[in-house]
């Protein structure tokens, strides 16, 4: 399976079908993507490492912050506006369904 390097500090390999896109993504410590959101549905499940999650729009009342360890998963509805950052080199894989283009392609160098 093929790895493309997006943005600095993350790798990636991604399994494309007909209704999901499954991708490992590897983000090296201090890895941050960037602010974005995209009408696919979003599981990731943090295989390892420590990271941290900015899930809203700053400075709206809806705006939540909070981390993540290896073991955990997170649901993001289509259309939330979301952010990570590693605190650790970290693996998580995502899960989008329909599938389609990911944030970090809306990022890249």
Known sequence: MPQDHPIDLLHRRSILGKNLLVAMVNLE??????????DNEQMAYVVSGHVKWGIGEPGTAQREEFE??????????SNLP?????LEDTVVIDM?????????DSQKK
């Open 68 to 77: 993540m360890h290896g073991g955990e998963v997170l649901h993001l509805p």
């Open 29 to 38: 410590k201090g890895c941050k993507v960037n602010l974005h959101h995209h």
């Open 96 to 104: 989008l369904a329909p599938p389609g283009p990911m944030g970090i």
């Open 82 to 86: 979301h952010e990570v950052v590693a």
